[in-house]
Each structure stands twice: as C-alpha cells, then as structure tokens.
C-alpha cells in the first residue's frame, strides 16, 4: 500500500523559514510527478509546486522565488523548502503522488505577522 507522510510544518515568523518533507512507502516519487499542494481555510486545495519524474520543477506564481521543491532519490522522500513565508502561506500543505491518487495526511503551517 502507498503511504504518504507529511513533517516539518509549524508556527513561524513572517520572513521565516520552514521544510517540510514527504516519507514515501509502497512506491517511488523518482518514477512520476510529484508535488505539494495547500488548503487554506475556506479556501479549495491549490497546487503549491511540482516536480517531474525527470526533475523538472513547476510553482504557483504565489510562491515562485521563494520555495523550492527537491527530491531526494536515496532516500525516497520529496522536499519543500520555504522561505521568505507570509501570512497567506498558512494552510494544510499536502504531499501528493497524483497519479496514484495518493495523499499525506497534511502538515500545518501557520505564518504569524
């Protein structure tokens, strides 16, 4: 069975940093396009970011230049660093195998001004 599980989220200062990552079992994120995505409250589950199984990367607009989706092969688990948070940052964010329809449980991330 696939299992997804989110760490790394929290409470942190505008301007701050956080990483979250992803511990993947019964598959691999190297073989497909993987990603983050968030929901805010009242707010519809949005992509944050993507990365192909070729390593290629794509952002929302929102958070371009600011965080940075990774992979990390070896050890099977897939990488969202943020920086320069804001208070619109603060959501669930989710990791996500969407070709196996496979979701985290959520990691929270909560941006103080």
């Known amino acids: 069975q696939v299992q997804l599980v989110e760490s790394g989220g929290g409470l942190v200062q505008a301007g701050g940093s956080l990483r979250l990552s992803c511990a993947a079992s019964g598959m691999f994120f190297k073989y497909m396009t993987t990603g983050w995505y968030r929901q805010a409250p009242g707010q519809e589950r949005a992509v944050v970011a993507t990365i192909s199984s070729g390593g290629r990367t794509n952002y929302a607009a929102s958070v371009e230049g600011r965080f940075t989706i990774s992979r990390d092969n070896l050890a099977n688990t897939l990488v969202l660093q943020m920086n320069n948070l804001k208070s619109e940052d603060t959501a669930m964010y989710f990791c996500?195998?969407?070709?196996?329809?496979?979701w985290g449980q959520g990691t929270q991330v909560t941006v103080s001004s």
């Open positions: 996500t195998a969407p070709g196996l329809g496979a």
